[in-house]
């Protein structure tokens, strides 16, 4: 078999979900391996894999912002929302593309990421809260809201060119709100979970600005500057995806020798 049949069967076959999920699957792995070393802190174990840690951030670890849509912190946590990926990344892929698919999982995840830190640091100051007090964060619910948020979004384009996803938007807001209600509901009332609402905010705010700007496959006229504007999208999601899991590594590797 040559080069081209293998990587038209790749083209066919492997899709950008499967690929998310993979590398998800693979996150939550070497999550469980590396806790052998750090069993009594699993929070100091998804801290070296990337996670979302606040006080990181600002010393210049900007990377985390992408890299945390990628951890978890449970296996049910994982199983949830990888179920939820699969399902809603499916759908964002048959109508939009895999690249794009891609590009809002990165984009989103970053915003979601960004919305989380912005509410630590307010929180911080209005409390003097201690650095210490600050919270890990991990896992693709950011992401997933923020592709909810491109379904949402591209219900309030103007759809000159194409018609409007085949999707009820009023069972979108209302898993949105379910979820933010119970999600603030268990972080009031305790129960030992967390649950990052900030960043799924985040991760839908920035999927709805997506959803307006993203142009579905059903669109049957695309402008020369939108065509470059998705294409560079995707380009520059990929380099920073790289661009941070490369400087996380790098990082890992550092931490990692500091504690033997």
């Known amino acids: 078999m040559n080069m081209k049949k293998v990587l038209l069967i790749i083209k066919l076959y492997l ?3 499967l690929v998310l999920i993979g590398i998800n699957l693979i996150m939550y792995l070497l999550t469980l391996v590396l806790s052998i070393f750090f069993s009594a802190n699993s929070s100091l174990t998804l801290v070296f894999l990337g996670a979302e840690y606040t006080p990181s951030i600002l010393q210049g670890e900007v990377w985390r912002l992408v890299t945390a849509s990628f951890l ?10 990888m179920w939820a990926l699969f399902t809603f990344g499916n759908y964002i892929e048959r109508f939009y593309s895999g690249k794009k698919l891609f590009a809002i999982y990165i984009v989103t ?3 979601g990421s960004l919305v989380s830190v912005i509410a630590n640091i307010l929180t911080a100051y209005s409390s003097n809260q ?8 991990v896992g693709a619910s950011a992401a997933i809201f923020g592709l909810i948020g491109v ?6 384009r103007k759809n000159n060119y194409s018609l409007p996803l085949p999707i009820n938007t009023a069972q979108l807001w209302l898993f949105v709100g379910y979820n933010l209600i119970i999600g603030f509901g268990i972080n009031t009332f305790g129960g030992g979970i967390n649950i990052n609402n900030w960043a799924h905010i985040g991760g839908l705010v920035g999927g709805i600005i997506l959803g307006i700007l993203l142009d579905p496959k059903t669109t049957f006229y695309r402008s020369r500057p939108k065509k470059i504007l998705e294409q560079t999208l995707f380009i520059i999601s990929l380099v920073i995806f790289i661009l941070s899991f490369i400087a996380n590594f790098i990082s890992f590797i550092s931490l990692f020798l500091q504690t033997q």
Do not use: E
């Open 72 to 81: 978890h912190a449970s296996s049910l946590h994982l199983l949830i929302n």
């Open 109 to 111: 995840g970053i915003t």
């Open 151 to 156: 379904m949402i979004g591209n219900h309030l």
């Open 130 to 137: 201690a650095v210490s007090g600050y919270a890990v964060s």
């Open 15 to 17: 899709k950008t979900t």
